[in-house]
Nanobody, 118 residues
Framework: QVHVVVSVGGLVQAGGSLRLSCLAS????????LGWDHQVPGKVRELVAA??????DYADSVKGRFTMSKDNADNTVYLQMNSLKPEDPTVYLC?????????????WGQGTQVTVSS
């Protein structure tokens, strides 16, 4: 089992910054990737950023504004969000992609709310 815990979001003014953290624990040996999604309530989730075993991917909507980083010592990933916009999705979720017996499964942490005021 992999457990994913996300830090509390918050309220920030447009153009401001916020950093989220996500800690993956438990069977970290089966983690293949760590990533962030965001979501407008009631709509489809969108991948924000992910660190698979090779490379780092970002959604086009956040390139140049968001930076994902990883602390390998304790399986913590961070999402530094700069130049936040009121139209950015408000719910952020962290996931650990796991592989067991060639079967891939995402383990999700709780969503956290990020509200950007205009």
């Amino acid at each position: 089992q992999v457990h994913v815990v996300v830090s509390v979001g918050g309220l920030v003014q447009a153009g401001g910054s916020l950093r989220l953290s996500c800690l993956a624990s438990g069977r970290t040996d089966i983690i293949n990737a760590l990533g962030w999604d965001h979501q407008v309530p009631g709509k489809v989730r969108e991948l924000v950023a992910a660190i698979p075993r090779l490379g780092l991917d970002y959604a086009d909507s956040v390139k140049g504004r968001f930076t994902m980083s990883k602390d390998n010592a304790d399986n913590t990933v961070y999402l530094q969000m700069n130049s936040l916009k009121p139209e950015d999705p408000t719910v952020y979720l962290c996931k650990a992609g796991t592989v067991v017996a060639r079967l891939y499964e995402d383990c999700w942490g709780q969503g956290t709310q990020v509200t950007v005021s205009s």
